[in-house]
């Protein structure tokens, strides 16, 4: 039997894309080079380059990685696997064991082509998982397994929206939903945010003041309520309820992005034990769990809590959406990968069960809370105080550092062109960092709305990727690239 270990020094911090002179034929040189085909590409993928988030961390392979956004290899569940694994993980123990397994799931059945749905065993784990933490207050709800919340939009879109329609989100916000939605033709209407998250009061703002006749009003909301990307802002209960009565007021469909509730940071993390019902009472109620009408389509995700490379997650919604959503991913992925559901099957039903997932999700947390902990002590040992501002997330794995271009040397002269000015500052901040060591990610990745006018400087930090001990010396490179670039070297 094979065993494989887990080494994260195997591991590049971010897998780089392929050399194309090592993936080419070595007879390249005496070949002709392909027909160009740029003339029958569609008008969509004419001017599409793909992710441009993921582009800023490809540029090299050792830096401490403070700008994306996956866990370090410590924060698995894993340590290790066989390769030879048996041919059916439904060997339960004993009663208590037998009880958590509701189907037999082999090998076989992983290998071959599975259910949009997903493997039963999961699904059933999941909605108990619903009903534990979420409870949804109506009847017809149901959960269906997805290939990640970025998946899941493409279909969302295509379920909720039509091409020139405008979708709701806040003003800063996740570069795969950006990127989606422009490619299914949907604009965004930036909706501020403040200490809390979403504004409701510029949310309700927006909606009465829409003039229909101009174009439709909006009918989705996108949302990140707990350790917001990029902000790490989480709206607080009485917030969500506001702003989900302004939804059912005018009609809105909820999308609820949520892979970041259950990474909570603070005191709180260690007390009141670990089972069920603490862990739910810790927690700020989520919006589907407020949800009696099933306008709430909510996304949980294994990438941040378990591993990114499982590709798995779970949508929850009403029976209606989840019976639209299984019929366009069985024409698009047609299901989670077998092996991945094979993995989740035997962690969640024969090692963990309910309790055991509860129990891993408020150890995590207390190690996400360290990292942030160390973190955030780098940044006011070394970032310049009066340039440089963030607040303290309580969920999630991100800082959201503030740079007041004002105090910049240049600021004054540049008048009208301060706009495109910061764009070049905030390139040659993120070129001096990477050249001693860090990475970090620009803040205008994540702007919903790119021409505002307005001239703002932010970068997103996370305590997630690097070794823990790697992450004071992360901070302080950065911040040497600030202050270099704003020539203060002594501030601090």
């Not at 509730?261 to 260690?270: E, K, S, V, W």
């Not at 008048?415 to 060591?437: F, P």
Request: proline share 5%; with cysteine; glycine share 8%.
């Amino acid at each position: 039997m094979a065993h494989i270990a887990l080494d994260e020094k195997e591991i590049s911090p971010i897998a780089k894309s392929p050399d194309v002179s090592t993936t080419a034929s070595s007879e390249g040189g005496t070949k002709p080079k392909a027909t160009c085909l740029q003339q029958h590409f569609s008008e969509e993928s004419r001017n599409f380059q793909g992710s441009a988030l993921k582009k800023t961390t490809r540029l090299l392979s050792n830096f401490i990685p403070l700008g994306t956004g996956r866990p370090h290899t410590e924060l698995y569940p894993w340590t290790s696997s066989d390769a030879n694994w048996p041919t059916s993980l439904n060997k339960p123990s004993g009663p208590e064991d037998r009880a958590r397994v509701p189907s037999i799931y082999t090998l076989a059945n992983a290998l071959t082509y599975g259910t949009a749905l997903g493997a039963p065993s999961l699904v059933q784990f999941l909605t108990e998982h619903m009903k534990s933490i979420h409870a949804p207050p109506y009847q017809d709800w149901a959960v269906c397994l997805t290939c990640g919340s970025t998946s899941a939009l493409d279909i969302i879109f295509r379920t909720f929206t039509d091409r020139g329609d405008v979708i709701l989100a806040e003003k800063y916000s996740y570069p795969g939903f950006i990127e989606s939605s422009a490619l299914a033709g949907v604009d965004i209407q930036p909706v501020d945010l403040d200490g809390q998250g979403l504004s409701p009061h510029k949310l309700g703002q927006i909606l009465d003041q829409w003039n229909t006749l101009e174009r439709p009003k909006p009918k989705v909301l996108y949302t990140i309520p707990s350790g917001q990307n990029p902000t790490g802002v989480t709206q607080s209960q009485e917030r969500r309820r506001a702003i989900y009565e302004i939804a059912e007021r005018h009609g809105l469909i909820i999308i609820e992005d949520d892979p970041y509730y259950f990474i909570q940071l603070g005191p709180n993390t260690a007390s009141g034990g670990s089972n069920l019902e603490s862990v739910s009472r810790q927690l700020v109620p989520s919006y589907i769990s407020i949800d009696k009408s099933g306008r709430v389509i909510r996304l949980d995700s294994t990438s941040k809590i378990l591993a990114p490379g499982l590709r798995a997650g779970w949508v929850t919604a009403s029976q209606q959406v989840i019976d639209k959503y299984a019929a366009y991913h069985d024409l698009t992925t047609v299901s989670v990968s077998g092996l991945s559901q094979f993995v989740l099957h035997d962690l969640f039903n024969l090692q963990w069960g309910q309790e055991g997932f509860s129990t891993w999700l408020q150890a995590l947390s207390l190690k996400y809370t360290q990292r942030r902990d160390i973190t955030v002590a780098a940044c006011h040992s070394f970032l310049p105080s009066d340039i440089c501002s963030f607040a303290i997330p309580d969920h999630g794995m991100f800082l959201w550092v503030s740079i007041d271009l004002r105090m910049h040397p240049m600021y004054a002269a540049e008048g009208q062109m301060v706009q495109e000015w910061c764009s070049q500052v905030e390139d040659r901040i993120l070129t001096l960092g990477l050249a001693n060591g860090v990475q970090v990610t620009k803040g205008s990745l994540f702007f919903t709305e790119r021409s505002s006018g307005e001239a703002e400087l932010f970068f997103r930090l996370t305590f997630a990727a690097a070794k823990e001990q790697d992450l004071t010396e992360g901070v302080r490179i950065f911040a040497n690239a600030v202050k270099t670039e704003f020539d203060c070297r002594g501030s601090v």
